[in-house]
């Protein structure tokens, strides 16, 4: 017989972005390994990105439970829209950009909503699972976060159902990003009693736990400084894609794949780019730089300031399918990262769809960056820092001159095949079946 385990996630079809795909391709493979998932999510989502081709993917006998959820961006959108829909999408600009509407809604969201804007769902939510799960004989938990308000679920649940004695609920924190150390945090607003309370609940949902999940070696090393709880590396991964052959784009294609926000715009990038073009004949006939997903408007205004404009194609937003058709096509897979301390555990999703698209990489981010390893282990391309331009030029010519002469580094097979998803699902039965 199959155990029977809830999953409490925000992020569920048809919302787009990477936030849905990890525990979606969880859900897909848990059954070959013994586990029934369970998934509740909210009836009503504010998703700032909708992809409905997602929903095909969603199994047809998977159990999904649903509750209302309030959330304040539905109020806070009759101040300002447009400003609402791209704070709540993460694209934050600097502090002497803002308009005086978003600093007020940044202040309010960072100061008044601990520790995001789902918290309210909390105890309707607790109300509604802790009889779901008495009704059901289910003994095990799982809650991903971002949002952090998934994790306080799991944490009342757990002290309800086991507050007599006679009952047990295990309970799995998945960490998809950090909690008070990610990226996004120090553009709220934050008061010094704002940033001690979200200590004060990160170490208490690490303390409660009876497994905690994180994607990132750096984010374990975090974790572990706070918590002896038992932490797993489950990074995300890629699924399987279709073998049909696709067309390589005519042009040498410099391709990146999401959300470019505006502390992720790499001026060196720019800078060297300008550079090869203006001495490079045969590499300004032939560059081109596409940018697939949400940009912000300063990463925009930066490429033209470097003369780049006729060269940029800004795609928008399209569906995970038509994502992975167009790194299939690329001549290069760029990936872009934050130069801070704070990003070096950051390994974003995407980077494993990538390593299957089989095309070679070139990744810009901090030094010693969790993913430089993963880079440099498959042999998929470039990690370079910021600090080196002169390298960076000689990757990027070097890729050229394997793009004209038809010559890839596509990373090896055995060592990529690692981050299927069925093989991190398995890692992560193991865990749920040890409990």
């Known amino acids: 017989m199959s155990k029977k385990v809830l999953i409490v996630c925000y992020y569920w079809p048809p919302a787009g972005g990477p936030g849905v795909q990890r525990w979606l391709k969880f859900i897909k493979y848990l059954p070959d390994f013994d586990i029934e998932p369970i998934v509740y999510t909210p009836e009503n989502p504010n998703y700032p990105i909708v992809d409905s081709s997602m929903m095909a993917e969603v199994p047809s006998s998977l159990t999904v439970l649903k509750q209302p959820i309030k959330e304040p961006y539905r109020f806070a959108s009759l101040l300002s829209r447009k400003q609402t829909k791209t704070i709540s999408a993460g694209i934050v600009l600097k502090a002497t950009q803002q308009s005086l509407v978003e600093r007020l809604l940044l202040y309010i969201r960072g100061n008044f909503f601990i520790p995001d804007a789902r918290v309210g769902w ?73 940033k001690r309370k979200h200590k004060a609940l990160e170490r208490q949902v690490l303390e409660t736990a009876d497994q905690i999940l994180v994607t990132s070696p750096t984010t374990k090393k975090e974790f572990n400084a706070i918590t002896t709880k038992p932490i797993t590396v489950i990074t995300n991964g890629f699924d399987t894609t279709s073998s049909e052959a696709v067309a390589i784009d005519a042009n040498f294609t410099l391709s990146h794949i999401g959300s470019l926000l505006s502390d992720r715009n790499p001026l060196v990038l720019w800078k060297v780019l300008a550079k090869l073009i203006k001495e490079n004949d045969s590499f300004r006939e032939r560059f081109e730089l596409k940018l697939v997903g949400k940009v912000s408007q300063e990463v925009i205004d930066s490429i033209k300031s470097y003369g780049l404009e006729k060269h940029l194609t800004l795609v928008g937003y399209v569906s995970h399918q038509e994502a992975i058709t167009l790194q299939r096509q690329a001549a290069v897979l760029l990936l872009i990262e934050i130069d801070a301390e704070i990003t070096k555990g950051i390994i974003p999703g995407k980077v494993f769809e990538y390593l299957a698209a089989q095309r070679p990489i070139l990744a810009l981010g901090p030094k010693d960056a969790d993913v430089s390893a993963i880079i440099t282990a498959t042999e998929s391309g470039y990690y370079l820092s910021y600090d080196q331009e002169e390298a960076l030029e000689v990757a990027i010519l070097e890729l050229f001159k394997n793009y004209t002469s038809k010559k890839w580094t596509a990373g090896r097979e055995a060592r990529i095949s690692k981050y299927h998803r069925k093989q991190l699902t398995e890692a992560l039965a193991t865990r749920i079946h040890t409990l």
């Open 122 to 194: 909390v105890n309707p939510s607790v109300r509604f699972l802790e009889k779901y799960v008495s009704e059901h004989d289910i003994d095990t938990v799982i809650t991903t976060g971002p949002p952090h308000s998934m994790h306080l679920i799991g944490m009342q649940l757990k002290a309800k159902i086991t507050a007599d004695g006679t009952k047990k609920l295990h309970w799995i924190t998945d960490f998809r990003d950090p909690w008070t150390t990610i990226g996004y945090h120090d553009k709220l607003k934050m008061t010094a009693k704002t």
